[in-house]
């Protein structure tokens, strides 16, 4: 099975910011060892050294981007005039900032059903279901 991860799993993991940080590490654990293909848009590497450059410097922002490159069975997407153009309509249609228009967009050009994520503006998004961290680890068998 392939699953969309959305940033939210790799900063919860990169960061150790609360209780969530052990479900992120069994997912992420879980797809490196070949239990499922994780999927992402090159947006999550941005976001994710963004985020750990804030919290915890460059050093360890560099560091979280060579680790996240460097996962196993995880497919980084770029995206496309027409992932732009799929953007734009979630923006309009969902009302999703761009970013996470963005997710969505690569998500559905992929053929991708499910989605992990955190972030609680995806619940406005209809045709994907989406999985906290907690469920995404209990579906898997990893909690």
Known sequence: MRYYLETTVFTYLALNMD???????????AMQEGAFVGVTSFVTFGELVFLVLKYK???????????????????????TRDTA??????MKQIKLMPRDAVHYAVANERGLAEMV????????????????????AEKIGRN
């Open 57 to 79: 410097g460059r050093e360890a922002a560099m560091e979280a981007g060579r680790n996240f490159l460097m996962m196993a069975n995880l497919e980084i997407v770029g995206a």
């Open 19 to 29: 209780e969530r940080w052990h479900h992120a590490a069994a997912i992420i654990k």
């Open 85 to 90: 153009n799929l953007t734009i309509e979630a």
């Open 117 to 136: 994520t955190e972030d609680r503006d995806f619940n406005r998004a209809k045709g994907i279901r989406k999985y906290t961290l907690k469920a995404f």
